[in-house]
């Protein structure tokens, strides 16, 4: 093994350790798992497959990952448990499953911090987002390495709707957790628990009105062939980040640490410029369907905005910073 100028400086800066140098600089042979909900082919799970592309590139098979799709580990909460024991060692994450135990990350959630895909890339960049990692070893275990991101979600309406104003008395599939729960209820709306697979067939029979999701996922899923209006409010979105097990990071020399913290930035920051660049495709797509298209009017968001960030505020008080940020995006 060629020992390249980083590992002299861990070397030199673990001289103080005899016993741990070894272990240190000892390069071991690793096959990472990677957890992830969204179904093969999603832009996450493509992520996902390229940092295992690259770990093995670039260790000539030394370090391998296995990526498994579409809940197959179970569902977020179970992949929590198992990052948190050390039994899972990666998983991508939603922003809002990890709001659900630390508020300052559901922050990210709030709705109209920002008002566009594009302003979403941007927003998960910025150094106030970075910084919510920080909340992550303490209050779950994990490492944070990335953001990744969908497009902006829409409401696809099983009935006739013009402004958020009718999404009042409507059952919606929403996520589930506080951040979004919240706030569609300061909407007037009833949210409705659905499992995403029944989610089509739910609207069809008429279980519920509609759901949220981004444009991405509901595009591949055909939500608007169930669907009268989709209605862009261009208020709510969805990150994911990219979670290590702290257990199992602690467990790694500095050098494949900063070479999966690389190789995982790199996939993810392609994912997001895949996303910015992917949404007119999206957009147009729709727009040939039988199904009518609203953006709702930004005069919309004022009153919702104050009453959320009465309940969010004192919870996750880095909202404000994070609402300064998005305001110039």
Do not use: C
Not at 10 to 34: H, I, K, M, N
Not at 225 to 249: C, D, E, F, Q
Not at 298 to 307: L, N, Q
Not at 319 to 327: F, I, M, S
């Amino acid at each position: 093994m060629t020992i390249s100028r980083r590992h002299l400086l861990a070397l030199a800066a673990g001289a103080t350790l005899p016993l741990a140098a070894p272990t240190v600089l000892r390069a071991q042979s690793r096959e990472f798992r990677l957890g992830v909900i969204t179904p093969p082919n999603h832009p996450w799970n493509n992520a996902a497959l390229k940092v295992g592309e690259t770990l093995k590139a670039e260790t000539s098979g030394r370090l391998s990952l296995t990526v498994f799709h579409a809940g197959q580990l179970g569902n977020e909460g179970a992949m929590m448990q198992q990052l948190q024991s050390g039994a899972l060692d990666m998983a991508f994450i939603q922003a809002a499953e990890l709001g659900s135990r630390v508020p300052a990350i559901a922050a990210i959630n709030a709705p109209y911090v920002v008002r566009s895909t594009e302003a979403v890339a941007k927003l998960v960049r910025h150094p106030v987002a970075l910084s919510l990692f920080d909340y992550l070893p303490k209050e779950t275990g994990t490492i944070g390495l990335g953001w990744g991101i969908t497009s902006i979600r829409a409401v696809f309406s099983a009935k006739d709707i013009s402004s958020v104003a009718d999404l009042k008395g409507m059952k919606l599939r929403i996520n589930p957790t506080p951040a979004f729960r919240d706030f569609y209820q300061l909407l007037g709306a009833a949210p409705t628990p659905i499992p995403t697979p029944q989610v089509f067939d739910a609207m069809a029979n008429g279980q519920v009105d509609g759901l949220e999701a981004d444009l991405d996922f509901s595009w591949n899923q055909r939500f608007d062939r169930v669907s009268k209006t989709i209605l862009r409010m261009n208020a709510v979105h969805m990150p994911m980040v990219a979670l290590v097990s702290g257990r199992v990071w602690t467990t790694l020399p500095a050098a494949d640490r900063e070479l999966i913290s690389k190789a995982t930035r790199a996939a993810l920051d392609a994912e997001i410029d895949e996303i910015v660049a992917n949404q007119p495709g999206l957009l147009e797509n729709f727009s040939k369907q039988p199904v009518k298209i609203v953006v709702s009017d930004v005069k919309d968001a004022d009153p919702v905005i104050a009453e959320y960030d009465k309940i969010w505020l004192p919870k996750a008080p880095i909202l404000a910073e994070l609402r300064k940020v998005g305001a110039t995006l």
